[in-house]
Structures are given as C-alpha cells and as structure tokens.
C-alpha cells in the first residue's frame, strides 16, 4: 500500500535500512590513518634529507650571492692595490675566520681585504666591454653586433680562467671551493685587461709595457690566492705538482691577456 501510495502521490521513499558493520569504520578509519602517519612520515623524511643536502651543496659550491657585494669605498680601493700591484702587499693572505651558528665561517669583503667579491670583477667586465667598444669606434669598426661579439668573448676568456682555475683544485683533491669563490677570483683578470688596453688606447706603445706589467701583476695574484686556497683546504698533495700547477697558471694569464686585449672581432686574432 506505502509503495503504490508514494507512487501516486509523489512522495519520496525511504532509503532502505543497511545492515549495521560495526567493525568496518573502525577498520577503515584505523588502515586510513596508518597509511596518512606513515606516508608523511615517509614523505618528511625524504624532503627533509633532500632539503638539507641541497641546502648544504648550495651553501658547499655556491654560498650566499649577497656575501660577494658587502664592500665600500675603502675595500674596493685597497683590493685593487692588491690585485694590481701583489708585491706590494705586506699583510697576510689568509681570511679572516669567525664562529656563525656553531661553525667557522668567513667574515664579507667589507671586513677583509683577502674576501672574494663580485663587484669588482663585474664592474672590471663591464668597463672592460665599454673600452673595447670605444677601441674600435676610434678605427672605424664599431657597430653593436662588433660589441655583442666582444660581449661573448670575454664571457668565454672568463670561463676559461675559471676551468682553469677549478681544475687546478680538482688535480689536487680539493674540488670543494665555492663556485663564486672560484668565478670571483677569475674575474679580477679583467680589472689589468682594463688597464691594458686604455693604455692601447691613450697611447699605442704604451700598451707594450702594460699588457705584460698587468699580466704579471695577475698571476702573481692569483698564484698567491691559489697558495692560500690549496694550502687550508689540500689535506695531502704532491708538493712538486702543486708548485708546477700554479707556474702553469701564472704562465696560462700571457696567452689569455693577449687573446683577451686584442680588441678585433675575429675569434682568433
């Protein structure tokens, strides 16, 4: 009667009554907590471990970016002298230390004249570019696809000294150096790569004692900076190798200042 009288009336009709499972909720809600808890513990786990080890390779090859461009006045001012003029340098070579978090780590360029930075190398490239292209607009061969060009090379010559460098430190089992430590210090070639060729510029002949002064200058710098680099970080290296690494880099600067200081849009020449 229910049944014909809720089809006649439109009335709705009642869900059926399910049997009862009282042990099929508790199962589920147990087997659905089980896999959360033990899938986010999981989870955490490997996010945890993946995070610390980027965070410690970041921190291993690149450091912190900002740490390159703490400097004023007063440090660029003195890492110049000691870039372009190394012999002249009478303090030590080593960086300064201090305990940060529970670890010795090193202090900015702001606090210590033998800090790597970034902001010298990089105003040294763009000056480098600007009288590279005032070079050859004084012989009539300036034209911006000329100063791409030149753009590029350096980018390649900077490159260069910085494989140079870190194969240097790999040959020696000490491949741990920072990354912008390493492009740091390559960088500073640019600053006498300047130098030299504003003297082509003002005075032609000029150029013929400058280029190799500077040259000069920069691997003594850099062979200085490497002693330091290799000495606090090599545990055990042939000393007969490791002298004959850092004459090939002070000899590696000659052939690189001269491909670099040859302002010509020819790749070789």
Excluded at 117 to 139: E, Q, W
Excluded at 149 to 174: D, E
Excluded at 204 to 217: A, E, G, Q, R, V
């Amino acid at each position: 009667m229910y049944d014909s009288l809720g089809a006649q009336t439109g009335l709705p009709r009642p869900p059926p009554n399910p049997q009862p499972n009282p042990f099929g909720n508790a199962f589920v809600g147990a087997g659905s907590g089980l896999i959360r808890g033990g899938l986010g513990a999981y989870g955490e786990k490997i996010l945890g471990s993946s995070s610390e080890y980027v965070q410690s390779n970041i921190s291993r090859y690149f450091s912190d970016p900002q740490y390159y461009f703490q400097v004023n006045d007063h440090y660029v001012r003195n890492k110049l002298k000691v870039v372009l003029f190394p012999f002249l340098h009478r303090g030590h070579w080593s960086r300064i230390t201090e305990p940060v978090g529970g670890r010795l780590s090193y202090k900015p360029p702001i606090y210590d004249i033998n800090a790597p930075d970034l902001y010298i190398p990089l105003m040294a490239f763009g000056t480098y570019v600007v009288l590279a292209g005032i070079s050859l607009g004084l012989h009539g061969k300036f034209s911006p696809e000329a100063l791409n060009w030149l753009f590029f090379k350096g980018l390649v010559g900077w490159f260069l000294q910085v494989s140079l460098l870190k194969m240097t430190l790999f040959s020696l089992g000490s491949g741990e150096a920072p990354l912008l430590d390493i492009v740091a210090y390559a960088g500073y070639t640019f600053t006498g790569m300047c130098i030299a060729v504003l003297g082509k510029i003002t005075w032609s002949y000029s150029y013929y004692f400058l280029m190799p002064w500077t040259c000069l200058c920069i691997g003594v710098f850099l062979v200085k900076t490497m002693k330091r680099v290799l000495f606090v970080e090599v545990r055990s290296y042939d000393s007969s190798r490791h002298h004959y690494l850092l004459l090939f880099i002070a000899l590696a600067q000659f052939p690189l200042f001269l491909w670099l200081c040859n302002i010509s849009v020819n790749w070789l020449f």
